[in-house]
Each structure stands twice: as structure tokens, then as C-alpha cells.
């Protein structure tokens, strides 16, 4: 059974669950959630289900916390293009 170890970094689900509502980044948060929700007793295929993830991403996000911590999961932009940014107008 796959289980979320959030004792080891002196968190409770409670703490999940806050960081799921206020992490700056929307993939933050949803990794955060999908973490409080194992807490809770939700399997990884369900909530992988509910969010369009492949489950194994879902279990990949429990064995990253859990190696490394809630630092883990906080989103990085790693490459490609940068988003779109609108310049304001200047009169």
C-alpha cells in the first residue's frame, strides 16, 4: 500500500492540505492535494483519474516526498519557451 510518510518531516495532513490551497504554483498545489487525498485513504489511480495524470505520476509525486521532502514537490520550470508575458502600454 502506498502511503504518504509526513510524519517524517514533522507535517500532518493538515499541512498538506494548506499547502494545496496556497502554493504559489498550480502544479504545487495539485501535487499537494493529491498527497493530502492518499492521506485521506483516496487510491493514486482515482485520484490520477480525477486529475488526467497517469497514475504512475501520482505515485511518482508519494515516493518524491517521501525520499525528499515537501521542498520536492514545489513546481520548477525546467525549459522550453517562457510563458507569454503582455507588455503593459506606455502613453
Known amino acids: 500500500m502506498l502511503t ?3 510524519a517524517q518531516w514533522n507535517q500532518t ?10 502554493a504559489d504554483h ?3 498545489r495539485e501535487r499537494f ?3 493530502y487525498e492518499i492521506t ?3 487510491y493514486p489511480t ?3 483519474n480525477h ?3 497517469h497514475f504512475q505520476t501520482v505515485m511518482k509525486w508519494v515516493h518524491q ?3 525528499h521532502g515537501p521542498e520536492s514537490m514545489m513546481f520548477r520550470r525546467t525549459g522550453g519557451h517562457p510563458p507569454f508575458v503582455q507588455r503593459s502600454e506606455t502613453k
Not at 493538515?14 to 499547502?19: A, G, H, N, S, T
Open 46 to 48: 482515482k485520484i490520477a
Open 65 to 67: 516526498y517521501n525520499a
Open 4 to 6: 504518504v510518510d509526513y
Open 26 to 28: 498550480a502544479r504545487t
Open 33 to 35: 492535494l493529491a498527497l
Open 13 to 22: 495532513p493538515e499541512d498538506l492540505r494548506i499547502f494545496s490551497l496556497k
Open 51 to 53: 486529475t488526467n495524470r
Open 40 to 42: 485521506q485513504g483516496s
